[in-house]
């Protein structure tokens, strides 16, 4: 089939690897949906001022009727106070399924598809591998771990890290995994830097989680350190791709996808998608776009169905088989 050698001739040109929040709802952690859920139940509202409460009241108003998170949190304007409570409710629902996934992986020899991905890559003469995400989880990290790559995201190694150059450090082969919306072991200390902290179950008195939440806030904060360094190292990551593997990405967030539109629609890169389910952004920027060169992959109506759309085919392919999810869609190309 024309897909197969075209998956193949993308992934031959060294991809960029995108991960959205689908690539870890895929391994069970808390999509948007789950996380509205949780902020609206265990967000702490003590000692809110009058109008805090009446503007927390609106965004849970707001989400009851059927918005979602992303749109009630840019609809709906809240303080700096409000937006540290959010911050820290999502950092604990996040924190936790990530901590526990972790010590399932010691339980088992549950291999990622991710780092079996990166592996073959560095079967080639590649020395570094880019990974872009908006996730703040650290599956992307365990990934290399297991598969004993070295991995930098901003920071020194270690338990206490600070931030350093990319240069700093050398090894010969290195993933970069570009946060742009920070991490949960992210923290701004008593002393105003941030700082990174392993093995962090509970956020530490006077430090700040830096993760960077949808909402108005979001651009205020993506101006400041290190969001600003990752966001243009990322940026000269897509610049310099010679394709492009997104994985579980909606095709959302401003950091990412104008650098991307631009490098598809105006210079041709190839891009591959792979996920659960199409959204409304990927077929309005890729698919009627105006890329010349695209092979989405998205979940039909059952798990052993895929739908498959390409710039070889007029229209989209539907097939018996589950190339939608990560780890098949490897079957095609390594």
């Known amino acids: 089939m024309p897909y197969v050698k075209q998956a193949q001739d993308y992934y031959g040109k060294a991809p960029l690897i995108v991960l959205g929040s689908g690539a870890s709802a895929a391994q069970g952690l808390s999509g ?31 989400l009851r009727s059927g918005v979602d998170l992303e749109t009630a949190l840019h609809k709906i304007s809240v303080t700096e106070e409000l937006t540290t409570r959010i911050i820290k409710s999502t950092w604990s629902l996040i924190n936790n399924e990530d901590v526990q996934f972790f010590k399932a992986c010691l339980q088992n020899k549950l291999k990622f598809p991710l780092g079996k991905l990166l592996s073959h890559m560095f079967k080639t003469s590649l020395t570094h591998i880019n990974i872009i995400t908006t996730n703040y989880d650290r599956l992307a990290e365990y990934a290399c771990e297991q598969e004993k790559l070295h991995h930098y995201t901003g920071f020194t190694h270690g338990f206490f890290r600070q931030l350093c150059s990319p240069n700093e450090i ?120 105006g890329a010349q060169n695209y092979l989405a992959i998205e979940r039909g109506t059952s798990d052993n169905q895929s739908i498959i759309y390409s710039s070889l085919e007029k229209d989209p392919i539907k097939i018996d088989k589950n190339l939608w999810g990560f780890e098949e869609f490897l079957s095609l190309i390594i």
């Not at 503007?55 to 108003?61: G, I, N, Q, S």
């Not at 082969?173 to 105003?192: A, Q």
């Not at 006077?206 to 966001?231: A, C, D, F, M």
Request: hydrophobic share 35%.
């Open 32 to 62: 948007m949906s789950a996380l509205a859920k949780h902020l609206e139940k265990h967000t702490d509202l003590n000692g809110l001022s009058p109008e805090e409460e009446k503007t927390w009241c609106e965004f849970c108003d707001c």
């Open 170 to 289: 050398k090894v010969s082969r290195k993933v970069n995994i570009w946060k742009v919306h920070g991490s949960l072991d992210w923290f701004k200390s008593p002393i105003e830097d941030i700082v990174g902290l392993s093995n962090i179950n509970s956020i530490p008195d006077k430090y700040e989680p830096q993760i960077v939440t949808p909402g108005t806030q979001k651009y205020q904060r993506t101006h400041l350190e290190p969001y600003r360094s990752i966001i243009n190292n990322a940026d000269q990551a897509i610049t310099s791709a010679g394709s492009y593997l997104c994985i579980g990405y909606g095709f959302n967030d401003e950091h990412i996808q104008p650098k991307l539109m631009t490098r598809c629609i105006r210079q041709n890169v190839p891009i591959m998608i792979v996920t659960y389910a199409l959204s409304d952004a990927a077929k309005r920027y890729i698919i009627n776009g």
